[in-house]
């Protein structure tokens, strides 16, 4: 496994997936990012931390011998899977030990790795050896999190057997177990009790664990794992929580014990041992001495000084040019492996081996190319090549990797370019969220957010009024004033960059062919202008860089233009939403990728790289993920389970889909079932078999269905389009073709079609279907290309689709009950449906929007609609845009589909 090349496949595959969702049309403004995202601007080169070999301690069986530890640990802290090796201590872990048995509180602060737990649980279990089990609890070890706590279970399985067997019992109690397992364990309090400081709250505080606490007097250690991580708020209720166990128990000989992480980097080692020591004496309520706060000794693999420039310049090369060592021997003896453990691993400090900051890869490699003399990239490429032999030999008496190292690799998601007023070069940005510009504080900085059809800028902003005029504030994106507030009106600026521009470019004005048809006020005799509710919310202004806006009294081209409120339309593509069409889906910036789909991401990737690492074993192909809170961690696993259900289905489409051809929708269920190649364990209900194995087949073959076309609607999810935005699939209709070829189809039988549905919607349809323009519509449909024809009921065609106007048996709502409980009946919870999840019917389809405003859930089609501007592109049609005789074009059209 090469954690170099997944590192850089990682960063370049987030870096494409935060790319791909923000348009941006004004080239500076994109070569900027561009350079910006080069530079790592957030994912900074990864830092690399090599963790030397920790200084060797006592053997276990030389302390049973000397009276350190009592006789059943020869048997228990054993190697092997038959224990046939006696367990050599590290140094420090031998140092915890004998704090411990002073009897004194103590603190464990040492490099991940570093066995921190064995720098507990072996004086724990030496003590309940020598005074016997079943008294008890005897220690209560918390820790921050489950998984950890999970952890630590196993490793005492590992070491003593089965609790009901073991001479030292123990048992978890953080809320994953059974009430009956609960009761077990109130009833037989074992020696050792792993728990959360959450649960041992509600230990505290619970009328049915009082047991527990009941049979606690003789309670010696109370341990806080990792230490480091109660800060703040949560640290100030573990100390209570502390406090409160020992004055609950009456335990008079108990010792706290905390392990950590370094908790203090700068300044001497005896200075940062007293900081740790006066953190601790906090959080425990009890003194913790400077002389009981242990920390790691480290013992380098190479001894004496880095090697010469001459004999490193030549291991360089070699390692360069992939002439790498082969054995222990070759490696220990190698001058580059040398100079990496003393730049990346060891430092001389204080007269004392310690750790020193991590640094990039171009860090080192620039450092060693300077001192011996040849390119930076042959020296970067030497130091990777040698760590990751470094990780694959292993020392002959530890069996551990020579060279373990991790790779720090931050990953931020992005948050907005902001920029001055500014026209054209003069214009100055930065991703670093600023109100000013730094050394011009009169150039204010603002937000600026992106056209998602055609990536034009606008700024995010507020106007607010004050004495002597009206200024422009940065705002965040989501936040926006309420529409009553008088001391201030959220919206945009827009900078027409077209005003003074190119001559082949029109400047923004109220013109008809610049605004949509639902912006305009239409009457029998055409059109009169824009709507009032536009003209109230959209005004050209004047604008300066110290962010002075006034707004201007004209109806002509002006340099900028004010949006007050939400964005009706772009004003440079004329790009038209929904009233209920949110600011996200119009426009977006550099943070639309959101923190759980970046998570989302960037864990599928690495899952990925693991399981296509075979020199891996099965057990250590997992991921670990840290959360700040359970509901945090709940958002992120309802994320996980959504994205992998959509992407199977759409990865289930794409294999469905034959390579030399189409298919129908009536066979692709099936088809999807049978790509996916899912055995009944992964989506069958657990207690099914037999012929219950075959029902839940049927039923995902409907849910897939029933999925299928509800993903094939009108994209929703803008950070993950389905296959028809991506261009990976083609919908198209049956004998369309032929229909728009037929001449007499469309030359006799619609005119007869459309009159008699003009006779039923006369009422309807009145100010739409003038009898004076119909003639000259006829006509103009039936001068058509077939071409023409077959495009415009395709769109129509499409928003019927894209809506929910499907005839599909599945798509019922009598069907989709039916399914629903189907579903909860035969299927798991990955693959079924949520309780509150909402299962879409077909929609009927209406063409005249109702002046009823009911419940009814009906897709609209109607001039206005975006099918109706679709389908009334000038180009199509020989009619003025905006004129009576589009409308009742548009109309007649729509009435015939």
């Not at 029109?506 to 006020?521: G, Y």
């Amino acid at each position: 496994m090469d954690v170099f090349e997944i590192q850089r496949r990682l960063v370049g595959d987030y870096r494409d997936y935060v790319e791909s969702f923000v348009k941006i049309r004004d080239p500076r403004i994109r070569a900027f990012v561009e350079d910006e995202y080069a530079l790592g601007k957030y994912w900074p080169e990864a830092s690399v931390q090599l963790n030397p070999a920790f200084a060797p301690g006592a053997w276990i069986d030389d302390l049973v011998d000397a009276g350190a530890l009592h006789g059943g640990c020869r048997d228990i802290f054993r190697l092997g899977d038959d224990k046939a090796n006696s367990m050599r201590l590290h140094r420090h872990q031998e140092q915890a030990l004998h704090a411990a048995q002073t009897g004194a509180s103590y603190v464990l602060t040492t490099g991940t790795g570093s066995g921190k737990s064995l720098a507990y649980f072996v004086p724990i279990i030496d003590r309940v050896l020598r005074k016997g089990s079943g008294r008890g609890l005897r220690a209560i070890v918390v820790y921050p999190m489950n998984a950890l706590c999970n952890s630590q279970l196993e490793e005492l399985h590992k070491f003593l057997g089965p609790s009901s067997t073991s001479p030292v019992t123990y048992e978890r109690y953080t809320g994953q177990e059974s009430e009956d397992k609960r009761n077990e364990i109130r009833a037989n309090p074992p020696d050792i009790l792993l728990t959360n400081y959450v649960m041992l709250e509600l230990i505290l505080t619970r009328s049915e664990d009082r047991a527990l606490l009941d049979k606690a007097g003789g309670l010696e250690f109370f341990v806080l794992d990792e230490l480091h991580t109660y800060r703040g708020r949560q640290g100030a209720d573990v100390a209570m929580l502390t406090r409160r166990v020992r004055e609950r128990t009456g335990a008079s000989g108990l010792q706290c014990v905390g392990t950590s992480a370094t908790m203090a980097s700068e300044g001497h080692r005896e200075d940062r041992l007293r900081q740790v020591a006066s953190v601790a004496t906090l959080l425990f309520g009890m003194p913790v001495a400077t002389g009981h706060v242990v920390d790691e000794t480290l013992s380098p693999l190479f001894a004496g000084d880095e090697p010469d420039g001459s004999v490193l310049r030549t291991a360089a090369t070699n390692s360069a040019e992939g002439q790498l060592p082969e054995t222990f021997q070759a490696f220990i003896t190698n001058p580059l492996a040398a100079w990496i453990e003393h730049t990346f691993g060891v430092q001389q400090r204080n007269g004392r081996m310690e750790r020193p900051t991590p640094i990039t890869i171009s860090d080192g490699a620039e450092k060693l190319a300077t001192t011996i003399g040849v390119p930076t990239a042959i020296a970067a490429t030497a130091i990777r090549s040698m760590l990751m032999r470094g990780y694959d030999l292993r020392h002959p008496e530890t069996d551990r990797p020579l060279f373990a190292f991790r790779l720090h690799q931050f990953i931020s998601r992005g948050d907005t370019v902001f920029s001055t007023l500014d026209r054209g070069n003069a214009r100055r940005m930065t991703l670093d969220g600023q109100t000013v510009l730094p050394g011009d504080h009169d150039r204010r900085l603002y937000p600026l957010a992106f056209c998602r059809n055609c990536g034009e800028d606008y700024f995010v902003i507020d106007m607010v009024n004050q004495p002597g005029g009206s200024r422009l504030r940065p705002r965040e994106f989501r936040d926006m004033a309420n529409q009553d507030a008088t001391d201030r009106a959220s919206g945009y600026v827009w900078l027409d960059s077209s005003v003074n521009g190119p001559d082949d470019e029109q400047p923004f004005a109220f013109q008809l062919d610049r605004i949509p048809d639902q912006h305009l006020t239409v009457r029998a005799g055409g059109v009169v202008g824009p709507t009032s509710q536009l003209v109230k919310r959209l005004a050209p202004a004047e604008v300066d860089a110290s962010g002075r806006i006034t707004i201007l009294d004209e109806d002509g081209p002006s340099a900028a233009w004010f949006v007050r409120g939400r964005l009706p339309f772009c004003l440079y593509c004329g790009e038209a939403w929904e009233p209920n069409v949110g600011e996200f889906t119009k426009l977006g910036t550099l943070a639309s990728e959101g923190r759980a789909g970046a998570t989302t991401i960037i864990s599928l990737k690495l899952v990925q790289a693991l399981r296509a690492s075979d020199d891996l074993p099965k057990e250590a192909r997992k991921l670990l993920s840290f959360t700040d809170n359970r509901q945090d961690a709940s958002l992120q696993a309802g994320h996980f389970n959504d994205f992998i259900v959509t992407s199977l289905l759409r990865a289930g489409i794409l294999a469905a889909l034959p390579t030399d051809g189409a298919t129908t929708f009536d066979r692709l269920p099936g088809d999807i079932f049978g790509c996916l190649h899912l055995p009944p364990e992964e989506y069958a209900s657990p207690s099914l078999s037999g012929r219950g194995l075959r029902r839940a087949g049927d039923t995902l073959r409907d849910v897939l269905a029933y999925r299928m076309f509800r993903d094939l609607r009108r994209g929703w999810r803008v950070n993950q389009p389905n296959l028809e935005q991506l261009a990976l699939l083609t919908v198209e209709y049956g004998d369309l073709d032929e229909i728009a070829a037929d001449e007499a189809f469309w030359k006799q039988e619609v005119p007869e079609a459309i009159a008699t549905l003009r006779g039923a919607r006369k009422g309807d349809d009145a100010q739409w279907l003038q009898d004076s323009d119909v003639d000259s519509v006829m006509s103009a449909i039936a001068s058509l290309t077939a071409e023409t024809r077959a495009a415009l009921v395709t769109a129509v065609l499409d928003h019927f689709r894209r809506d929910g106007a499907i005839q599909a048996r599945i798509l019922s709502e009598h069907e989709l009950t039916a399914l629903r409980d189907r579903a909860a009946n035969n299927l798991n919870d990955l693959w079924g449906f949520d309780v509150e999840e909402p299962l879409d019917a077909a929609k009927p389809l209406r063409v005249a929007r109702s002046q009823r405003r009911g419940s009814e859930k009906a897709v609209d089609i109607t001039p206005l609609s975006r099918t109706g501007r679709e389908i009334a592109k000038p180009a199509l049609w020989d009619l003025p845009q905006g004129t009576p005789a589009i409308n009742t074009a548009r109309r007649l059209l729509i009435l015939h589909v």
